[in-house]
Structures are given as C-alpha cells and as structure tokens.
C-alpha cells in the first residue's frame, strides 16, 4: 500500500488573488529579507488584508538551508502570538522552515528533527493551516511533505519529513519568479530535473508519479534554457514554474536517490546551492546506477527525444543530453568547476562520505554505494570523470 498526497494547488496568471479568499483570524508569514525587499510580502499582505486575515508577524530570518535554530525562533514566536495561518513566501529553505516551525507550534512535545514518515495524527491543520506562496521555480516544497533543516554544528543536512506536515494550499503564480536572475533560474531548474527523474527512477517509483515525474523533466528541456536565456520570457516562466510544482508532486510521492544524497553533503559542507549540487551530481549518478534502471533511462530519453544507437548504453546517452543542457545554461559539470578548491575538498572528504551514507534519499537508491564506492563518487565528479566502476 502507498499514499499520494497533496496540496490543493493554484496556479497559473494572478494564483496569488487566491489569498483574498481565505477564512481566518490572523497570519504568521515566514520568508527571507530578500522577499520583502522584492515587495512580494506586501502583495501577501494586501491579499490577506482583503480576507479580513491580519499579519500577526512577518519572520524574515530564513536563510538558506535553514538551521534547526531558526526554526525553533519562528515557532517560539508563533506560540506567543498564536496565528490560525502560516503563509510561507519564498522558495524551498523558506517552505521547509514554515513547514519545521508549524509542527513545533502546534505540537511543541515535537522537535523539527524528529520529525519522521512514522509522525503520524498531528493533526495540524486543526490548529493552524499552512500555505506555500512558491518564488522559485525548483523545489517544488510547495508540494511536498520533505523538510530538509541543516543541523549547524553537526554540518549536516537533515532529511526529514511526514504526510501529515504537507501545506494545505500551495500558490504557483509565475508572476512571482519573474525577477529571478539567470543563474537562480538555471540553479532551481535542475532541480527540477534532478527530481523529475529520480523520482521517475527511484525504488519507490509508482503509476500515480511516473506521468508528473516525465512531464517535469519534459518541460525542463523544452523551456529551462529559454527561462535563462530571457528572463522576460513569460511563457518560459510559467512553464518552468509549473514544472517545479509537477515535479514537486511527483517525487514527492516517490522520493529523490543518490543524486541528492551527494548533493546534500556537498551542500552542507562547502553551502552549494542545493539545485546547483544535485543537478551537478545527477549524470554521475545515472552512470553509477547504470544498467540497474536502463528501460528508464531508455523511457526518458524517448520523452525527449533523444535518439539512443542501438550499440549504446541509454544511461550514457542520457548522462550526456543532461551534462549538454548544463553546459548550455552555464551549470557546472564538476565540482572542481564549482570553484572549490582541491585542497579544501581533500580535507573535507571525510565528512562528505560520513554525510552523504547517513542520507535518508539513500533509501530509495537501486544501487546504493559503500562507502568506499561513495569516496570513489565524489572524487570522479570532483575531475568531472564520468563513472566507469
């Protein structure tokens, strides 16, 4: 048995006018400093003003991979002023904190990191609805139960997760991502790719994702490189920010693989941002797992038609179409290019194997490395070698 969970999801040309017809007493808005100086809490707080919803507080100390810290600071605050809203503004670090800090409110006996698939009956929205308002189109945590927090002193990220966390209601109106610049936009979209086809390909792949997972990634191809290449390329954008919440739904309900479990224990350690590390990772990856998934491989490459010789092997082939779409939106192809330093990188590497073992995507991973496999893993994609073991 397996569950398919979502948000009621809004989308599409003024997604954002939804908020005016909300019920409730007060809001607790979560976001970054970089969400109200775009102006975007304001547009939240003129909609929520229409809904006769007060702002109780806008908490904009989310920072990127949000720490269990800054979760505990939100939560303190909403327990003071006991909202019966969270309108979660910004991109995925920002959705998963608002996600971490509403357990913590409404079931204070929970701490983030103990949040689990097994924390079951929270019963939250009881209390205390969540809303997703997405600005990034990447992540797609407007559509997931994940919460991934980073655990400062332990320099590790946390995968964590529940059903019962998902948002009530997830806002996707690509007028919202207009302003990202290029290298955000070609950051978050392979992301989006990189979920699109793990969850397509992880072990706990089903019918009900498969269909989201492979319009994701077809979409990926189709607008991503356009999106860069313009960032004023309105249908480029809508089409890129549909993407992340499709794919976001997808994998969401099937889980991520290797490729994010790397690319979590590089972000932690040297704070890659997350869609660039994972995208980074993700041809190594498909050319680890190999022949284990190769009618997958094969299934997507058809979904974008590209063509794979009869001699060749499809995760080769799909490796490379994927190192080619990076190449072209100025994504690095190792991490070597990812300006980090040999010598920062040998010493760390200790601590990237530790970390990316104790991942929780490694669970849904076919071929799951040792840990001797995992260093080899990290130094190929280091030199940008493709995987020959």
């Known amino acids: 048995m397996w569950y398919f969970v979502a948000p009621e999801v809004v989308f599409g040309e003024d997604a954002l006018s939804h908020l005016a017809e909300l019920q409730g007493r007060s809001a607790f808005i979560v976001t970054d400093q970089n969400m109200v100086k775009l102006g975007f809490v304001d547009r939240v707080k003129e909609q929520l003003d229409k809904a006769g919803i007060a702002t109780a507080h806008v908490f904009d100390g989310v920072e990127p991979d949000p720490s269990l810290d800054t979760v505990k600071k939100g939560s303190t605050m909403m327990r003071q002023l006991e909202p019966d809203w969270v309108v979660a503004v910004g991109g995925g670090s920002v959705m998963d904190a608002a996600k971490a800090m509403r357990v913590e409110y409404v079931r204070p006996d929970i701490s983030a990191e103990e949040i689990n698939p097994l924390t079951m009956g929270l019963d939250l929205s009881a209390r205390c609805k969540l809303v997703c308002v997405s600005t990034t189109s990447g992540t797609g945590a407007e559509a997931t139960w994940i919460v991934v927090l980073s655990d400062t002193q332990a320099q590790t990220k946390l995968g964590l997760g529940s059903r019962d966390v998902m948002a009530d209601i997830a806002i996707v109106d690509p007028a919202l991502a207009a302003s990202m610049p290029a290298w955000v936009t070609a950051d978050t979209g392979m992301d989006v790719l990189t979920h699109?086809?793990?969850?397509?390909?992880?072990?706990?792949?089903?019918?009900?994702?498969?269909?989201?997972?492979?319009?994701?990634?077809?979409?990926?191809?189709?607008?991503?490189?356009?999106?860069?290449?313009?960032?004023?390329?309105t249908e480029a954008r809508e089409k890129m920010h549909n993407a992340a919440c499709i794919a976001g739904l997808g994998f969401g309900n099937s889980m991520a693989a290797l490729a994010h479990s790397l690319g979590h224990a590089l972000g932690s350690v040297f704070h890659v941002p997350h869609g660039r590390a994972v995208g980074l990772y993700l041809p190594y990856s498909i050319e680890f797992i190999g022949e284990g998934r190769e009618d997958l491989w094969d299934e997507i490459a058809h979904a974008i038609r590209t063509n794979v010789p009869a001699d060749a092997s499809a995760a080769s082939v799909l490796?490379?179409?994927?190192?080619?779409?990076?190449?072209?939106?100025?994504?690095?192809?190792?991490?070597?290019?990812?300006?980090?330093?040999?010598?920062?990188?040998?010493?760390?590497?200790?601590?990237?194997?530790?970390?990316?073992?104790?991942?929780?995507?490694?669970?849904?991973?076919?071929?799951?490395?040792s840990e001797a496999e995992t260093e080899k893993l990290f130094r190929y994609a280091y030199e940008g070698k493709s995987i020959d073991f």
């Open 319 to 369: 490796a490379e179409v994927i190192r080619d779409l990076a190449r072209s939106i100025k994504q690095p192809l190792s991490v070597r290019e990812a300006g980090i330093p040999s010598g920062e990188f040998d010493s760390a590497i200790a601590k990237l194997v530790d970390n990316a073992v104790a991942d929780s995507q490694l669970v849904s991973t076919l071929r799951v490395p």
């Open 196 to 233: 699109g086809i793990e969850g397509f390909t992880s072990t706990f792949k089903n019918d009900i994702s498969d269909g989201l997972c492979i319009k994701a990634i077809q979409l990926v191809f189709q607008y991503l490189p356009r999106a860069v290449a313009n960032g004023d390329d």
